[in-house]
């Protein structure tokens, strides 16, 4: 794909992040001792 750019979007509690199901998204590993809830819904 052309002119691809590239976000990172740092995490803090309470935050939630919105975005339309075509654009490509991945997490990262957590190694934390609590949970970490993550939704994808189209």
Known sequence: MKNQ???LIQSEAGLLV??????WRSTIP???DRD???ISFS
């Open 5 to 7: 750019q590239k976000y």
């Open 18 to 23: 919105i975005f339309p199901g075509y654009f």
């Open 30 to 32: 957590f190694t934390r």
């Open 36 to 38: 970490r809830i993550y």
